[in-house]
Nanobody, 122 residues
């Protein structure tokens, strides 16, 4: 009974910035931990960033220093701020409730939305 709606994806040039949003409705069973995943062309779905219930964050090495995960509790919305975008960041991005504690490299998604497409191209 959980609905996740990702939005904010777009075509952006290398070096540009983008903020993705994930609106959450219904009830989750994965606690308060959330994560962002992506599926790049020719790749499987991989974890990108995680937000734990205590506010701590986790990122895979390829995005650390460029991406920031956050949430607005009142709005029940998860965000992913993406800066200094690279061609390799291209893919479909998904949000999900994840098992706690969450590590971006190993986390497991529990619910999925439709995803939002991010295309980085000159």
């Amino acid at each position: 009974d959980v609905q996740l709606v990702e939005s904010g994806g777009a075509l952006v040039q290398p070096g540009g910035s983008l903020r993705l949003s994930c609106a959450v409705s219904g009830y989750t069973t994965g606690g308060d931990c959330m994560g962002w995943f992506r599926k790049s062309p020719g790749q499987g779905r991989e974890g990108v960033a995680a937000l734990n219930s205590d506010g701590s964050t986790s990122y895979v090495d390829s995005v650390k220093g460029r991406f920031t995960i956050s949430k607005d509790i009142a709005a029940r919305t998860l965000y992913l701020q993406m800066n200094s975008l690279k061609f390799e960041d291209t893919g479909v991005y998904y949000c999900s409730a994840v098992l706690c504690p969450a590590n971006a490299a190993t986390m497991l998604g529990l619910y999925w939305g439709q995803g939002t497409q991010v295309a980085v191209s000159s």
